[in-house]
């Protein structure tokens, strides 16, 4: 979770795409924006820990 931990460390935006979930993630280029539900809990777990705001694209305009 490098990605993240710069982001909060440097007070960047960071943006996660995802496409879908999916189980088999990783086997082809089109995959690699897929995510398990496993690794998008990891994911969900790991902003909350260390309290990193989250905000939807439209809640950004309202910045």
Known sequence: ME????????NLWLILVFH?????TGSTDVDL???SSDNFEAILYY?????MKVVLPS???TL
Do not use: G
């Open 3 to 10: 990605w993240i931990d710069q982001a909060y460390n440097d």
């Open 20 to 24: 879908k979930f999916d189980e088999e």
């Open 33 to 35: 924006y897929n995510i």
């Open 47 to 51: 902003l909350r820990q260390i309290e």
């Open 59 to 61: 809640q950004i305009l």
